[in-house]
Every structure is written in C-alpha cells, then in structure tokens.
C-alpha cells in the first residue's frame, strides 16, 4: 500500500511535468522512499515455553518435559529492509512443575520482505538459558536448585506483520538450548529416573514498537 501511494505521487508529478504547456521538460528523479523501519524498536509478549530432557511432544504430556509460560522483552536495531540485532530476556511465571526458567539472547535477524506489511525471518544468535529447581512437582532437593545455567548457539525463525507505521505483531518459534548436559538427577517427583541432559525451546507471540 505504501509503495503504491509512493509510485502514484511519483506517476502524476511525472505527467504534470511533461504536458504542463504543452512542452516537453527534463524530468529531475523522483526520490522513492524507503519504506522499511530503520533505527531502535522494543517490544514484548508471552510464550509457551518447554523444558525436557530426551523426549519432547508438543500436544501431550511426557515424562521430563515442563510447559511454562513466560514474559519477555527485547530490544533491537534495523539496520536496512534486510538485517536487524535483537537482545532479549524472558522468565517464566506460569505452570511452573520443576523449572523456573530464565533466558536471555542476542540474535542477528535476517529478514526479507515479502509484501509491504509482511515480513519473514530468521534468528541466529547466543544465549544463555538457566534453569532453577521450583517447588511444583520437583523432588525437595531441587527447589531452589540450579539446574542448569550454561550458554549456547540459538536460532529460530519467524513472521511479522506491520499493523501501523509504529506497530508490529510477530509470532516466532525459537531453540534455546539442545542436550546440554546436566548433573544426572530426577526432574519430576514421581518419575524415579535420572536424566542427564536438557533442552529447551519456545512459541512466542509478541509486538513491537518501531521509533
């Protein structure tokens, strides 16, 4: 829509300059504008996050897995229609079995723009996921227990759709952490076997600012 205004302003100034009298002038360029966000944006949301050890299932319950769900905030930089860095740090304040998680993370954001408003992109970043011990349905001796606080690589990819000029809706799926080795231990109280790596990933549904 915003590259159609700009064309249909740049079509009529063109066609006033040449037949205006009758002559035939020299047209100077029109300068079309960039209609991509530049500079600093912020913005925020909730998750559906998932802590595991070796089995994963999106739709169901398994064995090691907690679904909590976050808030978090980011901030970042747009440097051009194509490339942005984002930082962001999230915790999860909900559903809450047997870990109290805590992530923060730089991405590079590479994006294209597949239509004025709508937008497409990847992360790929390093982050840091930390993982507490929480009095839901954890053994006693992991409350308030560190679990796991280690850094890695971290990517996902996602969508974003411009509601105004300022405002932005995206939804991304992001990997935090993939089997990173913990000291073998029992996640859940019921659940007698020892797991010694975790992983964590995240659903995210967000908005953001753009100045």
Known sequence: MKKAILSMVAAGALSGTLFAGGNIAPVA?????????????????????????????????????????PIFGLIGYQFNCYLSVEGRISQSVYEEDYADVLTYSLFLKPQYPVTDDFTVYGLLGYGVVRV?????????????KTIVDKGSFQWGLGMGYDVTDSWSLFVD???????????????YYYDPKKYDKLSDDAINVGVIYHF
């Open 173 to 187: 799926y992001t990997s935090l952490m993939k089997d990173k080795s913990i000291t073998p231990q029992r996640l």
């Open 29 to 69: 360029p029109v300068p079309v504008a960039d209609v991509c966000h530049h500079g600093f944006y912020v913005g925020g949301g909730g998750s559906i996050q998932r802590t595991y050890s070796t089995d994963k299932d999106w739709s169901k319950f398994v064995a090691t897995q907690d679904k909590t769900n």
């Open 132 to 144: 507490k011990g929480t009095d839901g349905d954890t053994p006693a001796a992991n409350v308030g």
